[in-house]
T-cell receptor, first 110, second 116 residues
Framework: GENVEQHPSTLSVQEGDSAVIKCTYS??????FPWYKQELGKGPQLIID?????GEKKDQRIAVTLNKTAKHFSLHITETQPEDSAVYFC?????????FGRGTSLIVHP | GAVVSQHPSWVICKSGTSVKIECRSL??????MFWYRQFPKQSLMLMAT?????????EQGVEKDKFLINHASLTLSTLTVTSAHPEDSSFYIC????????????FGPGTRLTVL
């Protein structure tokens, strides 16, 4: 089955800095890669996703890149704000059921 | 759009009792819903896939007689934790897909279950 590795487990940045979270996957058949933001005590919220026929996607301060050859994808957050502090999960999907990474706790210091 | 609700948001029960958690898609019909379990500071663990009008598909290691899932309508799926014990205490989250050909899942806010 699919295996998704996510790094780092914790990321601490100063407000205004950029944050990058990286994930690798094992199944070359995976074709959908969503990113979720989970705040404490709440359910995950889809923030951006990318499909295997696209190399990069951007939505305001967040962007995702995908390297199919290397089987890795990354989340980039620019100009971080304290409200970006949360746990971020990447996922990879082949059969419409995603496999999640272990999560990255992002802390943005004011 | 694509809003999923859960009820209750938290519940405390005594050991041996059963607890029902509801998951509703508020503005779309969901033929497929998913139930996840999440332990503190850990990732989401898929428990089962709930299909409207048919039996749920459980992941390996999940007791189907312990975690009863019903998906009687296109907007409602329920998870019943039967004879709950302290080890069942967890954060339970449901999600729904817009349709069979959609990858995107939209998650509910979760239900915190504490079994005393």
């Amino acid at each position: 089955g699919e295996n998704v590795e996510q790094h780092p487990s914790t990321l601490s940045v100063q407000e205004g800095d950029s944050a990058v979270i990286k994930c690798t996957y094992s199944d070359s058949a995976s074709n959908y890669f969503p990113w979720y933001k989970q705040e404490l005590g709440k359910g995950p919220q889809l923030i951006i996703d990318i499909r295997s026929n696209v190399g990069e996607k951007k939505d305001q301060r967040i962007a995702v890149t995908l390297n199919k050859t290397a089987k890795h994808f990354s989340l980039h957050i620019t100009e971080t704000q304290p409200e970006d502090s949360a746990v971020y999960f990447c996922a990879a999907s082949t059969t419409y059921i995603p496999t999640f990474g272990r999560g990255t706790s992002l802390i943005v210091h004011p | 759009g694509a809003v999923v609700s859960q009820h209750p948001s938290w519940v405390i029960c005594k050991s041996g009792t059963s607890v029902k958690i509801e998951c509703r898609s508020l503005d779309f019909q969901a033929t497929t819903m998913f139930w996840y379990r999440q332990f503190p500071k850990q990732s989401l663990m898929l428990m089962a896939t709930s299909n409207e009008g048919s039996k749920a598909t459980y992941e390996q290691g999940v007791e189907k007689d312990k975690f009863l899932i019903n998906h009687a309508s296109l907007t409602l799926s329920t998870l019943t934790v039967t004879s709950a014990h302290p080890e069942d205490s967890s954060f339970y989250i449901c999600s729904a897909r817009l349709g069979a050909d959609y990858n995107e899942q939209f998650f509910g806010p979760g239900t915190r279950l504490t079994v005393l």
